[in-house]
């Protein structure tokens, strides 16, 4: 195989709508070519994001590792989170908080907030490091503070990379702590609006159905009075009690049905059946095109609680 091959195979690959199995073959030969002809980090870091993508984790961590080395900053914040959650089968708290202390060195601002702000994590819940609500509230700010004023932000990404939605719902956690409820709320609406947009371009990325979980809930949690005007991501609190929601898209009436199961309340739509709220987040669909696309075009929807028909 020549450089210009590989480079080719490797450009097929991406172009390709509905790559095959041999077009991915051929991609995996094209760049385990280029990183032992050039050992370049970022080649190790692309092959170990397309097995991300697979959910082959034990080989993303392996070319991270070996990017990592290189002092590859993207494949370090990678690493972090690989070792937070446990991605591989094994949560490592110690080499989480090496590699984001690592990654946070960053001089890209981008790779800097998202090793900063899990950093902040692990010192508000006391992973591998000592509690310290103090130095949990001043990053969080910190940090805040720097990505709503994007001429603060040096990065080669642009500011949408951005984990806003992540930063504005801990903001939003320690603001009602504090009591400032109506300033919490405004967050959590700027990252409910955020993130529906995030998930509308990119519905399968890793987290952000999970995210959108934790906003609407904290968002139903600490609001006193009753939504005037409900969306449809509301669901994730509405689908805790039996009840029936019911809404309009394109002038047509749905209807969603909760009902108890076997592992908590699980969700009817269109004769099909969802374990959960984020499970229907992920999967359900109006007329092919699926929820999280069409969020912000749903309207007047009405719960009737106490329903289990």
Known sequence: MTVQEARRFISEYY?????????????????????????????????????????????????????????????????????????????????????????????????????EYKLADMYHNGFYVEKDEAKYIRIIEEIYDKITHPEKVKSVYGVDYMPFPDVAYRLAGIRAEQGKTEEALELLEKAKRRLAEDIRNNPSWWGNIEVMDDISTLANEISSEDKARLDIYDLYWISKNVCRVAFLYNDRRFIIDITPGEEGNIIGFDNKWYRNARDFFEKAEIDGKKIVFIYDEIYDMEVEYGRAD
């Not at 002092?71 to 937070?84: F, K, N, S």
């Not at 590699?99 to 946070?104: M, T, V, Y």
């Open 15 to 115: 172009y390709n709508s509905n790559p095959s199995e041999e077009d991915f073959f051929l991609f995996e030969e094209a760049q385990l070519f280029l990183i032992s002809t050039f050992h370049d980090p970022r080649d190790m870091h692309n092959l170990a994001f397309t097995y991300l993508e697979q959910r082959r984790f034990d080989l993303e961590c392996k070319y991270l590792e070996m990017a990592a080395e290189y002092g590859y900053y993207p494949a370090i914040e990678e690493l972090g989170y690989i070792w937070y959650y446990g991605q591989t089968g094994t949560v490592d708290y110690k080499k989480a908080f090496e590699f984001f202390s690592k990654g946070a060195e960053s001089e890209d601002d981008i790779i800097k907030v998202g090793c």
